[in-house]
């Protein structure tokens, strides 16, 4: 990452100019952010969706290994580290 420049030694057209880049930077990363929130949206509703499905056909939303899951993630455990059998 650059470092911010000493604004005492730019000019007053080295200034304009990085305002002008720093707010198109801005509106760049505003728009892709933008975008990732509509696809996290419409993600999010598919998911929905089909667990309203599952439900409707009365197959269970959760099951056992999600149960058993949680359990690991609360108990601080990792993928990496299985639950003990038993």
Request: glycine residues 8%; proline residues 5%.
């Amino acid at each position: 990452m650059d470092t911010f420049p000493d604004l005492g030694a730019l000019s007053d057209q080295e200034l304009k100019d990085l305002i002008e880049e720093l707010t198109a930077e801005e509106r760049d990363v505003s728009y892709r952010r933008r975008l990732l929130h509509g696809k996290i949206d419409i993600l999010r509703a598919e998911l929905v969706n089909r667990l309203r499905t599952k439900h409707e056909s009365g197959e269970p939303i959760i099951t056992g290994a999600d149960v058993r899951q949680l359990t690991e993630i609360l108990g601080g455990r990792s993928d990496a580290e299985p639950a003990p059998e038993g």
